[in-house]
């Protein structure tokens, strides 16, 4: 440009994205840009004496071209077509064109290292990426069938492979590149400004350096208060080894042996030392397994490689003969010598390898193949030709439990992979199960606290961010959320990390896929002899986060922000869409030979050739998923498992035997929630157990109305111990065969019902139960005749087991102690309840035969064992008699008080059964006597009701009301008004609120013609008082001074209608002395005083019921 004011701004515009200039020689100088998606070098071109200059630009095109931007001018318009550059015309052009920025996986590619090392921030899937493109091409081209599933570790080995097989046939070039998997040490001084890499930041200019330094700025964030050396947003330099940097420890190749003698056998760990030059025991082990031991006649000196002694004292003892079992077959006879101080059980030295010439895989940790004079000497419980394989190293944080060792059988060596925890250890791959958090609308993030740690668990928290960083599942966040970190202890004591996600749940829309049923899937075992049990490693880990969610994980911590990139535990949504994802890759094999609880895994078969190869197709499709197991967890070809808490073989599903014993060494609860967790406990196996549900009922009966105080009454104990015994005692039940007919056996009591599922199986055939039931009656199934009660127990044990017995090949029979229920389907006339339970058993084929009682004990045990309502009834009263006011008294005929006929059986107790010729006389004894006043329909069969029984008692009542002469003369209907109703407020206590009024021209009697009523609106009590005439206001006020303020205290509201009495001046004066208010009613409305009239009117139909014969009785 010719214009010197474009010129400077071009400059400074240079300058602006972190141009630096640097004199390369007279005629030009060179600029290197460094900015997001490009690296550009600006050549400035100019001639002595000449007002022109030129401008050539390099830089990275997108799309990762290696062309380069010209800046048009002059007599490069030549150059610029020569190199097939872009015509440019403009500085706005220019800068599109250089802002543009590349994709994310060649920008990756094409990052320059500097002095930063790759490890920041790099997982292994971007170490192996980058370093697969590093290769030469035909190396490249090698190793394409491979994908990065391998690992880094493999890769480089294979690649290593591959290059010395292609140099040992070619002669490499003297401009070949050598790539060395491993980063070397770099024995060049260092420079004194570190180049970050290339990822949003720049290298400072020598004026922008110089500024800093002078005032006493970083070099590094450019803030004052540090330098470059303490700058908290620098990361730090790791410090790199001569050959390799270690991520991690080294582990000591062991393994678990048993160590046998007469007086015990246990399994320790154990060293394999080559360096060794004897077989040790450490001294603390031999003193507690009680090891005999001999004096060695030579004292021994262990030292290590530098020559220090290992021990402070000298080795003086060795054991007597022991059998050293390595694996499972693999069993020899060593002697240790006594090494004190040791931390290790188990030292394998020199001797026990040149003895038995083991050929190990150290990369895989096992034992490929034993020295000749093992066999058959070392395998006597084998054939010649079996090999022997055990694992070396099953070391694990999670859990001592995972230390122990279990051998893969050799038939499954090809799936070696699927049980190697490094591989297990990286992101897995997005799939279409992966884990979606969708949030219900309008939710609000989560914003947990942060927790103080201890020291131990400040320790456990940086191992875990650490390692948790270093295999991809978390990543810095900037996310709003933010849900609680913190740690909770293990049963061995360890620690382990939880994450507060109840906020996050609470917001969350569920997906409500089921679990499996797991006692239904049991019954699928039946005929099943062989057993091989897996366990996922990591399993919830195994699925990713969807793309776009991962911040709705986010956790803090106290030193940072984090969120997850796969499912992590403690999400609602975790076990549903865990289940479904394994139930999706197994679908063809579910109910065949495959079951699946989460990450358990159970394949079960009948013969072992069958079982091997089912074995192998679920091995292969975990492989194919990039699933993994805990071979530590995992058990194969077994007679017996356990599986979900149940102990399974071929013969039914029992109990664990570990869950017995816990229970039956349970303390007594001595709070509610000890009892609730016992209860919960027991729950889990009640159908295992006889009668559960009568059992427990004092038990549970303690829990009702959620007391705060847990009162253990003796019936309580009781239950508790035979509780306790029942699980002692329980059967094995077996596995349902729908190829055989069943039996139920059903029998009710006036507190449950129970039923048992049984079948004629084994050689010879034995009856054996399949399964139990019981149930606890509610309080309307308690009113029940027995006939109907025994009925219920067939319907419900015919739901509990419908999946079995509707459709079966066979006719099943009920067994049940009730005669009657055997002409079921012949009776011609059923109440609704049993016509709907006779359609319901339309569905089944099934007879129903008679039993009696006293031969019908399994059944009969389940109903009426320990049944509630033995307890003692308490006769104390709840009332003392001073508070009973008036209570009502009817005449009974005299038939009633004789003793009572003979009763059937539904009449229930504490009640009177009467004959048809009495009834008629009791109900109008009861509805017409003075005590009663001819009350309503309800009314009057309550009365009836608590004392007497017959069937159909409502109808005949109702049919008696219709009829009553009294009634229908004297009483009128009662409706509630149209409209809307104001009541009154409520009173807080009686006596507070009052409703007067009067009852006036009624006929002389005794001289008085008219009633004040006085109603207490709280209570509902009445004062009548009969008067000669109308009263004064005077006249009225002592009345309500006689009768109510003398026994019951002053008023706080009187409510009245507009009479001369209550609109007068004495009585608005005198009751506002007394503090009293008076309160009148809406005139021709007579509804503010409700209470009054209503009372009023009941008072007219009482009397006119009984005196309109002779109505000047009524006083």
């Known amino acids: 440009s010719s214009d010197q004011t474009a010129d400077n701004e071009f400059s400074r515009s240079l300058s602006g994205v972190g141009g630096q200039t640097s004199p390369n020689s007279s005629h030009h100088a060179t600029t290197t840009i460094t900015s997001t998606g490009t690296r550009s070098t600006i050549i400035h071109y100019s001639k002595p004496g000449s007002k022109h200059r030129f401008f050539a630009v390099y830089c990275r095109l997108s799309h990762g071209s290696t062309g380069a931007l010209l800046w048009r001018g002059g007599g490069l318009q030549g150059v610029l077509t020569a190199m097939g550059g872009i015509n440019l015309d403009s500085y706005n052009s220019f800068a599109q064109h250089f802002l543009e920025t590349t994709s994310a996986g060649e920008e990756l590619y094409h990052l320059r290292q500097g002095s930063a090392s790759v490890q920041d921030g790099w997982n292994e899937q971007a170490l192996l990426t980058t370093f697969r493109q590093g290769l030469e091409p035909n190396i490249r081209l090698m190793l394409a069938p491979h994908d990065d599933s391998i690992g880094l570790e493999r890769f480089i080995q294979l690649a290593i492979r591959c290059s010395a097989r292609v140099h040992s046939y070619t002669t490499p070039s003297s401009s070949t590149v050598v790539t060395y998997p491993y980063p070397l040490r770099d024995h060049s001084p260092p420079e004194p ?42 990361p730090p330099r790791p410090v790199v080894s001569s050959i390799m940097p270690m991520s991690e420890k080294l582990n000591p190749l062991t393994t678990v042996v048993t160590l046998t003698a007469e007086n015990f056998s246990i399994s320790v760990a154990a060293l394999i030392d080559s360096g060794s030059a004897g077989n040790f025991i450490a001294g603390h082990t031999a003193r507690q397994l009680r090891v005999k031991t001999t004096c060695l006649q030579v004292m021994y000196q262990i030292q290590s490689v530098t020559g220090q002694p290992l021990s402070k004292k000298n080795v003086t003892h060795q054991t007597a003969p022991l059998r050293l ?14 090494l004190e101080g040791s931390t290790i059980d188990v030292v394998l030295g020199r001797p026990w390898l040149a003895r038995h010439e083991p050929i190990l895989s150290w990369g895989m940790g096992e034992v490929l193949k034993w020295g000749p004079h093992c066999w058959p000497k070392c395998f006597p419980q084998l054939p010649l030709q079996a090999p022997a394989s055990i694992p070396l190293c099953s070391t694990s944080i999670e859990s001592p439990i995972e230390k122990q060792s279990v051998e893969i059988p050799p038939c499954y060596e090809e799936f070696n992979d699927v049980f190697c925890p490094k591989r297990a250890a990286r992101l897995p ?23 103080p740690l201890s020291i131990p668990e400040t320790k456990a928290m940086e191992d875990y961010i650490q390692e948790a960083l270093a295999q991809g599942y978390i990543r ?20 382990r990390p939880c994450i507060d996600y109840r906020v996050l749940n609470q917001v969350t829309v569920q997906f409500k896929y089921p679990l499996p049923l797991v006692p239904a899937a049991l019954e699928k075992l039946r005929g099943a002899k062989i057993f091989t049990k897996l366990d996922l490693r990591s399993a ?35 076990p549903s869409i865990f289940q479904n994802f394994m139930h999706e890759i197994f679908r063809d094999y579910l109910h065949q030979f495959l079951l699946v609880y989460i990450d358990d895994i159970l394949i079960y078969s009948s013969t072992l050739q069958e079982h091997r190869q089912q074995v192998k197709k679920v091995l292969q499709r975990l492989r194919e998923h990039h699933l993994f197991l805990k071979a530590e967890k995992c058990s194969f070809h077994q007679s017996s498992v356990q599986f979900l808490g149940y102990h399974i073989d071929h013969t039914g599903v029992k109990m664990d035997d570990g869950k017995v014993e816990a229970i039956t060494n349970w303390p007594t609860p001595s709070t509610v929630k000890d009892l609730q967790r016992f209860l919960g406990f027991a729950n889990f196996y009640r159908r295992f157990i006889n009668n559960y549900s009568l059992i427990t009922c004092p038990l549970t009966s303690l829990l009702k109305g959620k007391p705060k105080r847990l009162i253990w009454t003796t019936a309580a104990e009781h239950a508790f111990q035979n509780l306790k015994t029942a699980f002692t005692t329980a059967p094995i039940l077996c596995h349902p065969d729908p190829k055989l007919p069943f039996l139920v056996e059903v029998d009710a009591s006036t507190t449950g019902v129970g039923a048992v599922l049984s079948q004629q199986q084994g050689n010879p055939p034995q009856l054996r139960p399949c399964a139990y039931f019981s149930k606890k009656l509610s309080a309307a199934e308690r009113n029940y005749d027995i006939g109907n009660r025994e009925l219920l127990a067939i319907k419900l044990a015919l739901d509990e087991w419908r999946h079995w017995l509707e459709g079966s090949l066979h006719p099943f029979q009920v067994i049940t102690d009730h005669k009657n229920l055997q002409y079921l389907r012949e009776a011609k006339r059923l109440n609704p309840r049993q016509a709907r339970w006779a359609l319901y058993f339309t569905r089944f084929k099934f007879s129903i035969s008679y039993r009696p009682g006293a031969k019908n004990i399994r059944a009969d045990a389940l109903s009426r064992l320990h049944a509630f309502d033995d307890q003692p009834e308490s006769h104390e009263p709840i009332l003392p008699e001073s508070l009973f006011v008036n209570p009502i008294q009817w005449v009974t005929p005299p038939a009633t008080n004789e003793p009572a006929p003979e009763v059937t059986s539904e009449c229930p107790p504490h009640r009177r059964f009467i004959p048809p010729q009495e009834r008629i006389p009791l109900i109008h004894s009861a509805h017409t006597s003075v005590g009663t006043g001819h009350p309503g329909i309800n009314r009057t069969l309550s009365l009836l009701q608590d004392r007497f029984w017959w069937p159909a008692m409502d109808n005949d009542v109702q049919r008696y009301m219709r009829g009553c002469r009294e009634c229908a003369i004297a009483k009128s209907p009662r409706h509630l008004p149209a409209g809307k109703l104001h009541p009154l407020p409520v009173p807080n206590h009686p006596w507070s609120h009052l409703g007067v009024d009067f009852i006036t021209d009624l006929p002389p009697s005794e001289g008085n013609t008219c009633v004040c009523v006085i109603v207490d609106r709280f209570s509902k009590f009445c004062r009548l008082i009969p008067l000669k005439s109308l009263p004064t206001a005077w006249q009225t006020a002592t009345l309500l001074f006689d009768h109510v303020f003398r026994s019951f205290g002053l008023p706080e509201d009187i409510v009245s209608d507009r009479g001369t009495q209550f609109t007068s001046r004495v009585w608005k004066a005198f009751f506002k002395l007394l503090g009293v208010a008076v309160n009148l009613s809406s005139g021709y409305h007579p509804q503010t005083n409700g209470q009054t009239e209503r009372k009023i009117q009941e008072v007219g139909r009482f009397l006119r019921t009984f005196c309109h014969g002779h109505q000047d009785t009524w006083n």
């Open 429 to 451: 791959p997005h799939r279409p199960w992966d884990c979606a958090i969708d949030l219900l609308p309008a939710a609000q993030v989560p914003h947990g606290k942060i927790y």
């Open 476 to 495: 810095p966040s900037t996310s709003p959320a933010a849900s609680s970190f913190f740690f909770v202890t293990k049963k061995d004591g360890g620690l």
């Open 325 to 338: 079992q390595t694996g499972l077959c693999h069993e020899g006879e060593i002697q240790l010598l006594v």
């Open 193 to 234: 400004i570190p180049e970050p890499m290339s990822i949003d930041t720049r290298r400072l200019t020598q004026t922008e350096r110089q500024r800093r330094m002078n005032q006493g700025l970083c070099l590094y964030c450019g803030k004052s208060g540090h330098g470059i050396r303490d700058c908290p947003t620098r």
């Open 540 to 574: 919830y880990n195994l699925i990713r986060i969807r793309d776009g969610d991962e911040w709705k994980t986010a956790f803090i911590t106290p030193t940072g922000h984090y969120e997850y990139l796969v499912m992590p535990y403690g999400l609602v949504n975790a």
